[in-house]
């Protein structure tokens, strides 16, 4: 025994380090996973058989295939406002204007906001009688009645940026931050201006910041579950319906909701391959030209 | 030396320290644990900011409140410890749960809870077909009820059929869940509405009822008066709240005692009012306590004093002045008057109330399984 531990100490000490992050790995994400696959290809209330019905239901249901359209509209809407509002944002803030600091500290705040929080607040302040609509009624002239955002799906989407954006921010504010302003003013003695310098030199060299900012905010909005289960009203994505299948009716329909789960799943992974494939092709592309 | 000499001490300070609680005659514990696995949110602050702090000035007792699960509180009260749960706040089936996974509840008559005395006795018998025989004492009684704003309806309607030919006056201001949200009022709003044109018809077999014309006709009713309900739908009991706070929503049926407790608190608006449709509102929920007979005597005692003393006059009629709630006891008469100008009296109730019979599991689960009908 003793010989066999010298012979493997090395090995050995490595295996028992690792022991605590595989047991992790495979009891906390291995097993979930494969009994969510097991059951999705189960018939419903079966602990025997196999069926690829609780696929074929959802993704031939109309209903099915426009909550998958759905989702993809939200998340896609929100990452692209996001990518809009951070990029202007992190240019003011990195020139530390009056106060940048509490601006900083207000962008990360909906990160530590609980979602259904935060959604109960929005629907407060986007409502007819909330402050949005009570300012336009009473200071904008030609505004007669309020403007619907709760319940709409362009309401959904500004409440995903509010809640998903800093993700984008963040990162495209480390990026911007992080570029030495020498090469910047080299394009400006050049005899570039102000927005060639931008357009042709800061852009393509935050590019890869901002993408991989903006996956995770397409990837929290693809997921994003308490937001549109309180304020989605009759739009409601992959993630409320999964928790429809299982919360609703009595027995659950676990089968299906593991079908949807994985169609969720797949869709998520096909398309940020798509997406990193996407952004390693726009970073060898980018840089200064 | 010196040194070994304190370290002696201290060994054997600790030891008498460690043995105390042994040795010690065990006196009445001064902290008793609540576990509540029925109550919402409103019952959790109504115990921390009225019941706990009464409890510790009338009985002396640091009562800590829990919210649980029956089935947790089954498994820790078969291995009781103190700190667990001393006193129970149970339904009826939950008490028929408990009593059939062999947990045994301490019989409460009016030798070791006195107050119990004031208990309408059949409520001690049996309550929704569950043989209690004694194991519980009523603490409360509730129900849904037509929640209308009084700022925007003067005269709110007197039965479902009115409210049903009235809807155009209410069409975009009615308050409905979504029939697939996770709250029991999503198919409690329907299943109530359904009973009132069909009543007795309630008890058919689902297959037989889904069939009548009777039942078809309710159907429609109900598919068209949703069609006057605000839209969207609301999501959930919170995006219902919200819609009464923005003047949407006029009128629901929802639990009384949750909208004017929440009234009050400030989070929907302060003229909102009950009001009981002849043809019912809801069965009457009702709420017990039972208090384990397997734990130790001396925190039996206290338990037992506890339960009384939540039967009082006192605290019997706070929980219809705080929490809208009716009270267990019989005690009516001392309830003052103005509560009643926010809550029917209790007869109404009770004159009111849907038989539990109807309230049926295979309807809930039609109403579920056909919840897109009900979604315009």
């Known amino acids: 025994m003793t010989a066999f531990w010298h012979a493997h100490k090395s090995t050995l000490t490595t295996f028992l380090l690792l022991l605590p992050a595989l047991i992790g790995f495979f009891g906390l994400f291995c097993y979930p996973m494969l009994l969510t696959i097991v059951l999705s290809f189960r018939p419903e209330g079966q602990t025997v058989g196999w069926t690829v019905e609780n696929y074929t239901r959802f993704l031939a249901d109309p209903d099915g295939q426009w909550v998958i359209l759905l989702t993809f509209i939200l998340s896609l809407g929100a990452t692209a406002l996001s990518v809009l509002l951070s990029v202007p944002l992190a240019l003011i803030l990195r020139e530390k204007v009056s106060g940048h600091r509490f601006y900083r500290l207000m962008v990360i705040i909906p990160l530590v906001i609980p979602g259904l929080i ?98 995770l905010t397409f990837m929290a909005a693809f997921g994003a579950f308490s937001v549109p289960l309180i304020a989605g009203g009759n739009y409601r994505p992959l993630a409320v319906e999964i928790y429809k299948e299982i919360s609703i009716p009595i027995p659950a329909h676990w089968s299906a909701a593991s079908a949807i789960a994985m169609v969720m799943g797949v869709l998520q992974v096909g398309f940020l391959a798509l997406y990193m494939r996407f952004v390693r092709r726009g970073g060898s592309a980018g840089g200064v030209q | 030396m010196r040194l070994r000499r304190l370290a002696a001490i201290v060994f054997l300070v600790a030891t008498i320290a460690l043995a105390f609680p042994v040795l010690a005659p065990a006196g009445a514990p001064t902290e008793l644990v609540i576990a509540d696995s029925q109550s919402g949110a409103n019952f959790q602050a109504y115990w921390q900011k009225y019941v706990i702090p009464a409890v510790k000035q009338s009985l002396g007792v640091n009562l800590k409140y829990l919210v649980s699960s029956d089935a947790e509180q089954i498994q820790k009260t078969k291995a009781w410890k103190p700190g667990q749960g001393d006193v129970h706040i149970l339904f009826p089936k939950s008490i028929a749960t408990w009593v059939s996974s062999g947990v045994p509840l301490e019989t ?3 030798s070791n809870v006195p107050n119990s005395a004031k208990i309408d006795p059949k409520f001690l018998k049996s309550d929704e077909g569950v043989d209690l025989q004694g194991k519980a004492v009523l603490y409360w009684r509730t129900s849904y009820a037509l929640i209308h704003n009084s700022q925007y309806i003067k005269n709110p309607p007197k039965s479902w059929k009115e409210f049903y030919d009235r809807r155009a006056e209410f069409k975009g201001h009615i308050g409905l869940i979504r029939p697939d949200a996770k709250s029991s009022s999503a198919w409690r709003q329907r299943l109530v509405f359904l009973h009132a044109f069909l009543k007795e018809k309630m008890t058919l077999p689902m297959e ?60 929907m608006p302060p003229t909102i009012r009950a009001t009981y449709p002849e043809e ?7 709420g017990y306590l039972a208090v384990p007979a397997n734990i130790s005597p001396e925190y039996k005692e206290v338990a037992l004093k506890v339960v009384n003393y939540l039967l009082s006059d006192d605290q019997q009629i706070r929980l219809i002045t705080t929490m809208w709630q009716y009270p267990g006891t019989e005690i009516t008469d001392q309830v003052p008057a103005i509560a009643w100008e926010m809550v029917p009296k209790l007869d109404v109730l009770t004159k009111t109330a849907i038989p539990r019979e109807r309230v049926r599991k295979d309807m809930i689960d039609y109403i579920k399984g056909h919840a897109k009908e009900l979604i315009p």
């Open chain 2, 280 to 286: 019912g509102a809801d069965e009457i929920g009702t």
């Open chain 2, 208 to 267: 037989q009822l889904a069939k009548d014309p009777a039942f078809q006709d309710a159907w429609n009713k109900l598919k068209d008066f949703t069609t006057y309900a605000k839209l969207p739908l609301a999501s959930e009991p919170p995006n219902l709240f919200e819609d009464f706070n923005a003047g949407d929503t006029w009128i629901a049926l929802y639990a009384q005692d949750y909208s004017l407790w929440s009234a009050r608190q400030g989070t």
């Open chain 2, 108 to 110: 409460l008559t009016t």
């Open chain 1, 118 to 215: 935060g959604a109960l607040g929005l629907l407060l302040f986007w409502g007819p009688r909330g402050w949005f609509n009570l300012f336009l009624l009473q200071v904008v002239p030609f505004v007669q009645r309020p403007v619907a955002v709760n319940y709409t799906i362009h309401g959904l989407i500004m409440f995903y940026v509010w809640l998903y954006f800093p993700y984008t921010c963040v990162t495209t504010m480390s990026a911007l931050e992080s570029l030495d302003r020498s090469i910047e003013e080299a394009g400006a003695v050049s005899g570039a201006d102000r927005w060639q310098v931008l357009r042709y030199i800061v852009l393509p060299l935050i590019t890869p910041g901002i993408l991989a900012g903006s996956v």
